[in-house]
């Protein structure tokens, strides 16, 4: 079965510093996708950055980048100098092919997120 | 701002009475979906649609049921409440077969006491 494991339940960081947010997933399909998401203490999902498993490149949006190793399985989120508006709970998800085609998304357990003044 | 609202936000309910959430959406997106979320377990799929009266179970679709009737509406409903169903709720659209990226509507709080 397809899973997405986040082993940091919490992490903490010092604004301006980098920060990286492990994933690692388990899949037997060649072609699958990576998410992350952003839950801000609001509680809404925010869509942040995509990764094809068939990239070469590791995918970037601003200050979000996605340190993807295939034959680690792992998909890590990287943010660069940290802000205090990036505290929050942030999600792993994978694409999961369903019958028929269509597909859904399988989600980890989350890493909180505090950003220190 | 994918166009995606949900009512109600926030409900209270008894234990055995019957519950209606709905999601709308203004983008005519096809595919449709809904997702609970619990500590600890992320979110998770309950139902999913592909079309008006297209739909299938997720992982999670005991006790739930939903119905497409419009392109824009997307309806679950818990038909006898239970404790277990205590979650926040998320409908969520992909806006074609282009991508498989999922935008969420804000959520709804539902507590059965």
């Known amino acids: 079965a397809q899973k997405i494991t986040q082993t940091q339940p919490g992490m903490f960081v010092q604004e301006k510093e980098a920060v990286t947010l492990d994933c690692t997933y388990d899949t037997s399909d060649q072609s699958y996708g990576l998410f992350w998401y952003k839950q801000p203490s609001s509680g809404e999902m925010i869509f942040l950055i995509y990764?094809?498993?068939?990239?070469?490149q590791n995918a970037t949006e601003g200050r979000y980048s996605l340190n993807f190793q295939k034959a680690r399985k792992s998909a890590n989120l990287v943010i660069s100098a940290s802000q205090l508006g990036d505290s929050a709970m942030y999600f792993c998800?994978?694409?999961?092919?369903?019958?028929?085609?269509?597909?859904?998304?399988?989600f980890g357990a989350g890493t909180r997120l505090a950003v220190h003044p | 701002d994918a166009g995606i609202t949900q009512s109600p936000r926030h409900k209270v309910t008894e234990t055995g009475t019957p519950v209606t959430l709905r999601c709308h959406q203004t983008?005519?997106?096809?595919?449709m979906y809904w997702y609970r979320q619990d500590p600890g377990h992320g979110l998770r799929l309950i139902h999913y649609s592909y079309g008006v009266k297209d739909t299938d179970k997720g992982e999670v679709s005991d006790g739930y049921s939903v119905s497409r009737s419009k392109t824009e509406d997307f309806l679950l409903t818990l038909e006898s409440a239970t404790s277990s169903q205590t979650s926040v709720y998320f409908c969520?659209?992909?806006?074609?077969?282009?991508?498989?990226?999922?935008?969420f509507g804000p959520g709804t709080r539902l507590t059965v006491l």
């Open positions: 969520a659209i992909r806006p074609g077969q282009g991508t498989d990226t999922q935008y």
């Open positions: 990764q094809g498993s068939y990239d070469e």
């Open positions: 998800a994978m694409r999961e092919t369903l019958s028929g085609g269509y597909n859904k998304l399988i």
């Open positions: 983008e005519n997106h096809r595919y």
